[in-house]
Structure formats: C-alpha cells, structure tokens
C-alpha cells in the first residue's frame, strides 16, 4: 500500500490563495451595527420587512463571524488526533448557521401570517430609507468579499449571504414604495414572506453540501464511473475496486483504493504507476491526496509489466515540472 500527496503547495497538495481575513472582520463590525439600527427602525415603523431583513442581516452577521473564524481555524496546524488539521470547521460552521437560518425563516413565516389576518399601519418612507442604506452597506461588503470568493468556498459562503442580504433589502424597498403611495399594507408581509422564502432556499443547500461532506459522499461534480475508468486507462492496470472518495474540507478531496496490477511488475514498476495515477487524478479531478494499495493478479490478462514509453512520458513530465 502506498500513500502519497500531490505538490507541496498546501493541504492535501491543494493550494488555496490566502483569504484577506480583515475584510470578514470589518464587514462583521458594519453588519452588526446596521441589524442593531433596522431592527429599531422597524420596530418604529412597525415594519415586520424591516424586522426580518434585520433578522436576515443579522444570520448573516453570524456567517460572517464563523467565516472569521473558520479562516483562523483552517490555518491550524495538524496536531494530536487532529490528522486532517481543522479543515472540518468550516462545514460544521455552515451547518450551524444553515441551521439559524431555519429557525429565522419560520418565525418570518409566522409572523407574516399573523400580520396577514391583523394588519398593522407601516411608515412607507421608513422602511424605504433605512433599506437603501442596507442595500448600499451590501452591496459595499458583497463587492469587497468577491474576489476571495474567487479562490475559498469560505469566503463564498459569506460573500452569497452579503448578496442574498442586497437582493433582500431590494424587495424592502419596494414593498415600501407600495405602502407610502397606494396604503396597500399587506405588501410588508407579502415582501417578508418573500425573504423568508429566499433565507430557506439559501439554508437547504447549505444543509445539504454540509451534510454531503460529513457523510463523506464524493463531491458532487465529480463523475466516480469515469475515475475508475481513468485509473484502469493507465497500462498495465488490471482492475480497480475498494474505490472510496471523500471530501475532508473546502477543495481538499481524497481518494482511496486498490488496483491490481500483472504478476510481473516489479517494485520500481509499481511506483511508477501510482505516480502516474496521482498525477493523473490530480490534474483531471483534482484529488490530491491518495492511498493507493498494489494487488498481484496471477488471472490478469496482461501478463506483461510494459511500462517503456510511460516511464519515458513520466520522466518527461517531471523534468517539465522542475
């Protein structure tokens, strides 16, 4: 059995470019402050919108922090029984606030029902004011959280949240304008119903790709077939089985099998095969770390270890790299 990872440039062999972790931290210090000052907007206006776009602000206040605090968690050093690291932080922060957003959308709901059958008079202009500035204060965040969103799925996490929380304070608005300049006041909780519509879409994808890692399902835009038939591509590879793939945090994909190769094939031959798997799995499927275990087959059809010219095609390769 033989293990080995891809490069050096990161975990697993991965590289993830670093994640401006002061961005998070201020946006976090604006979110909190603009929740405080909606919430008591809407409760003066008596706009429930404005009282759960405070709410929605507010989840995403939360995301922000475990964001923060995720990227300060991933940089941990393997230690102890902690021989993955803390790559894992960042899934159970998700499924945390996945779960807060939940529990955001089903008070909204009721609330909105409740302001449906008992209607309450709502400052139109008030509710307008306060979001244009939420939506100017996310749109300001989410543009500042884009370009780490490029390269973490940490940071584009939170940076969907920021624009979830734009599109939000939009539908705000415009209930607004309904109230000030028709009196139709079921447009506050028609609007908010509409936010907790988008707030439990959000939290069921993040539920479930959390919960996909912490089952250890293959990510899900890998094709498993055409894998095993990428690895049993490579001469002189008899047959592949035991294939297990799993994803152990954000980007860093594992792979575990056996292959079996001729009788014939000797050490150096063997070695030479993982290492063209390995570059193989990480250049198409971007696994970088594998745990390859070498199986005999006496039966194999291919009774001879050929490996002339992909000994040559690897030594190419390599001395390209170097």
């Excluded at 014939?264 to 290492?275: A, P, R, T, V």
Aim: aromatic letters at 6%.
């Amino acid at each position: 059995m033989k293990e080995r990872e891809i490069g050096s440039t990161g975990p697993c062999g991965h590289h993830h470019s670093p994640t401006n972790g002061w961005k998070v931290w201020l946006s976090l210090g604006f979110t909190l402050l603009f929740c405080a000052g909606e919430a008591v907007a809407g409760w003066l206006s008596h706009s429930l919108a404005l009282i759960s776009d405070s709410g929605h602000n507010l989840s995403d206040a939360l995301a922000l922090g475990l964001a923060a605090y995720a990227i300060l968690a991933v940089r941990k050093p393997t230690s102890g029984r902690h021989t993955y690291g803390f790559h894992r932080v960042p899934i159970l922060t998700a499924l945390f606030n996945a779960s807060t957003l939940v529990v955001i959308a089903l008070y909204i709901c009721i609330e909105a029902v409740r302001r449906f059958l008992q209607p309450e008079t709502v400052n139109g202009m008030l509710m307008i004011w306060v979001a244009l500035v939420a939506l100017v204060m996310n749109t300001v965040i989410a543009a500042a959280l884009h370009g780490d969103a490029k390269h973490s799925l940490n940071s584009k996490a939170a940076f969907i949240h920021m624009a979830g929380d734009a599109i939000s304070s939009l539908a705000v608005i415009l209930a607004g304008i309904v109230i000030h300049y028709t009196h139709w006041h079921y447009a506050d909780p028609l609007a908010s119903m509409l936010i907790a519509a988008f707030i439990l879409y959000s939290a069921v994808g993040i539920v479930k790709d959390a919960a996909d890692i912490l089952m250890e399902k293959a990510p899900k835009n890998l094709d498993l077939a055409a894998l095993v038939e990428s690895i049993k591509s490579i001469e002189p590879v008899c047959e592949v089985h035991h294939v297990h793939v799993w994803t152990v945090g954000e980007g860093i994909n594992l792979l575990s099998c056996h292959v079996a190769l001729p009788a014939s094939c000797s050490l150096e031959q063997s070695s030479c095969i993982i290492d063209m798997i390995n570059k193989r799995m990480h250049d198409d499927f971007s696994i970088g770390h594998t745990t390859i275990q070498i199986e005999t087959d006496a039966l194999c059809n291919r009774s001879e270890c050929r490996l002339e010219a992909h000994l040559h095609e690897h030594e190419h390769d390599y001395e390209h790299r170097q």
